[in-house]
């Protein structure tokens, strides 16, 4: 899997124990639809798209792979499935040797092909060893110095598509391979190998295990680490963190079995004067049955982010006496302010629409003290369609006379823009305001959590350092039931499914801009970021699959899988952003204008070599941070030795004879 290469900026100054607020260069610049057939998806591609992979096959394949290639130069053996049996033949076969693939611990090797055709777009055809295995795609050239390496995370794939070609009277097999991480993949070979070798037949298979009754190969990782990342997150550790419980605030059990509302976890955070019986009518009238509980409190105030879904008011607006009361107990809770701000992150149509479907919002005729704010963002459809437009625009090629105004006509960094503006109000609603405030969408799981992470990033400083992050992900986003699976479509081949939306992308794409208006807040360096987006896709680790606690704990992911975190916290050197300054109660507000936003090329365009720093920016991070250690270790030295001086000439002043208490006499 391919690193890109990290960026900082300059060290910032900071310090004091009392809160303050950074704000990035300036003042801030101030809906889910119904489910619906994707026209046109992500990850389809556009006819001219498919037909320039045929004219390219075509005209490799009959200069490259039928002139250069012996019609013997794939044996049917290396279709293997058993180790020794690789062993054996590789023993024989030097190049073979050298092209393999390297293997991770339970990781086995389903198909090799000699003589594959890999069609790059920026250094034409590459002719190598194709090995797929339970886990990647593997393409090695040694013809090339130094060796010419393509290796995939099966899980990155989005789909797979064969092309037939003939050239020259040679009939040809090409696959079109689209994945989710901004880039695709053509290959080319013959087509009797693929007869013999049912190239194709393997890689969907093991592209898409879900789709054909095989397990994720998280599930066969056996890796070994020194640290368990399945212990980073302990919600009852999370909370007391926070000053939880209070006399306002009590850690409640109900939903232990998932029986209030199965997408939330066990361990939810309420008031303390509601009842069960209370908060199981207000389940009923909040979709999915996810009620208002708590994310984080004010150290200060006891101003709170609770979060939830949307109200089935219905087109007949009804009401929930239950509800109304719930939302005036958690206003109540915070006595510095006498209101209650909801954002409801949808466009304000939008809610109207779900509103005349059973849905809806808080009126407030029903909620009197309680103001509501739309925050006007788009659904996940529209964020679908709009990554979509990117990849076209980065990927494979880059028009540099439009450059600035195909990204604009993306709108990519506009929604980027009203996500980091919608978080702004909310930390600023805690900070400034005290004011307690509520955050929906449509079911609570895309848009919430997007604003929720973002604002409690803005407003604690313990969510920007490494561990601190892993807890805020493991907490908002996989704990609630962000719907990971679903919206990333791990090990699933429907492609067109209506479902699949970048959604937690933009949450990491706006936590990138946020490292970028203040390099020195972050614990973690672009890497870290970049990781975490690698792994969403790779099904390695058991961190992001599944759609909820309750699935987690019946796959039983802890105990059958590994962690990322265990991958990352074993190695934080790779990972430190050697500028960092632990701003402890700085509130950052970051500038929500597009002036200060920017493409993510170190993510978006990173395929493309002519995107790349010719020198490696993370590898001189690493030795900046190795700089910092070594010039720390120097202080703490020194340190020691002052403090060792001056015990020393406190000891000698001590016993000199001017303070001693009989004179010493000589004679003569």
């Known amino acids: 899997m391919e690193r890109a290469a990290a960026a900082a900026g300059p060290a910032m100054e900071g310090g004091g124990v009392s809160r ?91 198909v090799i092909a000699k003589d594959v055709m890999y069609i790059c777009p920026f250094m034409g055809a590459v002719s190598g060893t194709l090995t797929v295995t339970d886990f990647r795609m593997y393409i090695k050239s040694v013809e090339r110095d130094p060796p010419f390496v393509v290796d995939v995370p099966l899980g990155v794939i989005s ?3 064969k092309i037939g070609v ?51 190969f998280a599930f066969s990782y056996k890796e070994k680490f020194a640290v368990n990342g399945w212990k980073v997150y302990d919600p009852m550790a999370e909370y007391k963190r926070q000053g939880l419980p209070n006399e306002s605030w009590k850690i409640s059990k109900i939903n232990s079995t998932y029986e209030l509302c199965d997408t939330y976890p066990a361990v939810l955070v309420v008031p303390t004067s509601v009842k069960d019986d209370d908060l199981s009518k207000v389940a009923a009238f909040r979709a999915k049955g996810r009620v208002p509980v708590l994310s984080w409190i004010h150290p200060e105030s006891q101003a709170t982010i609770t979060r939830c879904s949307q109200p089935s008011v219905g087109p007949n607006d009804k009401r929930c006496k239950e509800d109304e009361k719930y939302l005036q107990t958690i206003m109540d809770a915070n006595a510095q302010s006498h209101k209650l701000i909801i954002f409801d992150a949808r466009q304000n149509s939008v809610a109207d629409t779900n509103k005349a479907k059973g849905g809806g919002y808080e009126s407030e005729s029903a909620y009197p003290n309680a103001e509501l704010v739309f925050l006007e963002i788009h659904n996940i459809h529209v964020m679908r369609e709009s990554l979509r437009k990117l990849k076209e625009i980065v990927y494979p090629t880059i028009d540099e006379t439009r450059w600035l105004s195909n990204v604009d006509s993306t709108h990519w960094l506009e929604y980027i823009r009203m996500l980091l503006a919608g978080a702004v109000r909310i930390a600023d609603k805690i900070e400034s305001g005290k004011t307690s405030v509520v955050v929906h969408c449509s079911d609570g799981w895309d848009r919430t959590a997007q604003l929720t992470a973002l604002a409690m990033l803005m407003l604690d400083s313990y969510y920007r350092t490494i561990k601190g992050f892993e ?105 430190t952003n050697p500028f960092y300054v632990n701003y402890e109660n700085h509130v950052l507000y970051p500038v929500a204008s597009l002036n200060h936003l920017e493409l993510w090329v170190n993510y978006y365009v990173r395929w493309n070599p002519r995107m790349r720093p010719q020198v490696p920016i993370h590898q001189n991070l690493k030795e900046l941070l190795a700089i910092r250690t070594e010039l720390q270790k120097k202080v703490e030295d020194l340190q020691r030795e002052a403090a060792t001086r001056s015990i020393s000439s406190s000891s000698d002043r001590g016993s000199s004879p001017s303070h001693s208490a009989t004179p010493v006499h000589t004679s003569v």
């Open 20 to 110: 303050r607020t950074v704000r990035a260069g300036g003042p801030t610049a101030a809906g889910a639809g119904s489910r619906q057939a994707s026209t046109e998806t992500l990850d389809s591609p556009t006819g001219s798209h498919v037909e320039w992979c045929k004219q390219l096959i075509a005209a490799t394949i009959s200069s490259q792979i039928s002139g250069s290639v012996p019609s013997e130069g794939v044996s049917r053996d290396y279709r293997v499935y058993r180790r020794p049996v690789i062993r054996a033949l590789r023993d024989g076969n030097k190049l073979a040797q050298m092209e393999e693939a390297p293997l991770f611990p339970g990781e086995s090797i389903k």
């Open 471 to 575: 807890v805020l992900i493991e907490k908002e986003w996989i704990s609630f039931g962000h719907r990971f699976a679903m919206r990333v479509g791990h090990g699933d081949d429907d492609h067109a499914d209506a479902d699949r939306s970048p959604i937690f992308l933009q949450f990491i794409d706006c936590v990138w801009q946020m490292t970028k208006q203040f390099p020195a807040a972050f614990e973690f360096n672009e890497l870290f970021l970049i990781t975490i987006l690698d792994h969403l896709y790779s099904c390695l680790f058991g961190t992001f699959l599944c759609n909820c606690e309750k699935e987690r704990l019946k796959e039983e992911l802890s105990t059958k899988t590994l962690s990322l975190w265990s991958y990352i916290n074993s190695q934080l050197e790779e990972f």
């Open 159 to 161: 789909r797979v598509e």
């Open 166 to 216: 003939q050239s020259h009277g040679e009939n040809s097999c090409g696959i079109e391979i689209v994945c989710k991480d901004m880039r695709n993949l053509r290959l080319a070979y013959k087509k009797e190998e693929q007869n013999r070798l049912e190239i194709f037949e393997n890689l969907v298979t093991r592209a898409f295990p879900v789709s054909n009754g095989l397990p994720l």
